[in-house]
């Protein structure tokens, strides 16, 4: 297969490269498209053919749901019930926006269960990159899209990033810029009292309490279904891993240094600059994460780059000094851990 190639933004005529899009996704045709997040595979969710070449392209499991993108509230009026006080607040105050819903799915929506991995319940999102936007006003298609990168893999934040993993794979990548936030959205279980963070995000449990009041919501994201399928993204299976044994050093940086002196080019170290001094004469390879670990908006934005790096570089390990969880990294500490573990 060979993949096509799409710039929006540099083109003259956007008219027809919508109408062609609204085509390729009515042809049960996969189109990488970009968001705040990261990037995503997208197809059209009403679907059963579409939606399972996604699970197919990026070697996903079928129990893993698919969040459904969609341009405006209304879309949704026959595919959930966001009748939920709590959900319109949501809504207003972060759509579009890097948050995903979870919610109870009306009857006969028409949306496939491939896309909901059979559940009741179906994630739903309006995104807020402008190209994104663009492409789901235009064709007017529910879109289910998941990260637009190889199951299991840091997620692609970057249009370079998916020509590598799906190049050849799918009919379609839109080139925009890098993703704004770098990190996948902070998805919501809605059917639950309160209401729970089953993937944390770039909104965060203080930034949702701000809106529905302290002990609105709490964080699990181990919470699974009776049948022990995944409610969300990102919970059941290895996620977000290099190549590389991603490796956290409990000890001082000033230990791991004389410990990585014995090391060589097939060693990778993240850090932050504000060390630079100390570690640049180092035989192996030094990512900066952010300029400190108070900066954590950099580190999200950084951290599936930087894996990245490492895999085109083929290191065989990767150190890093653990980081201490705050209110503001906890989004950054759960991809990490899920790339430390491997599960």
Known sequence: METEIININTSTDKESIYKKLKQYYNENKLVAIPTET???LSADATK??????IYTAKGRPSDNPLIIHFYEISQLDNIVDYSDERVKKL????????????????VNNNISKKASAGLETLAVRMPSNKTARNILKETRILLAAPSANT????????FSHVYHDL?????VIIEDEQAEFGLESTVIDC??????????????????????GIGSVKYNDEIMTETKIPIAPGMKYRHYSPEAELIVYHDTLDKLIEYLKTKNKKTGLIT?????K????????????????????????NLYNILREFDNEKVDEIYMLPIKETKENVALLNRLNKAISKK
Request: net charge positive; no cysteine; aromatic share 6%.
């Open 38 to 40: 990261v990037y995503g």
């Open 167 to 171: 190049n050849g794979k799918i009919e």
């Open 272 to 276: 932050y600059s504000n060390n630079e």
């Open 151 to 158: 199951s299991g893999k840091p997620s692609p934040t970057r």
């Open 278 to 301: 100390k570690v640049e004469h180092l035989p192996v390879v030094v990512k900066f994460l952010a300029n400190n670990e108070k900066n954590i908006e950099q580190s999200n934005k």
């Open 91 to 106: 809504a207003e105050y972060f759509w579009p926006g890097p948050m995903t819903l979870i919610l109870n799915a009306k």
């Open 48 to 53: 059963d053919e579409a939606v399972g070449k």
């Open 191 to 212: 059917t639950r009292t309160p209401l729970v963070i089953a993937r944390p995000g770039e909104i965060t449990k203080e930034n949702i309490e701000a809106v529905l």
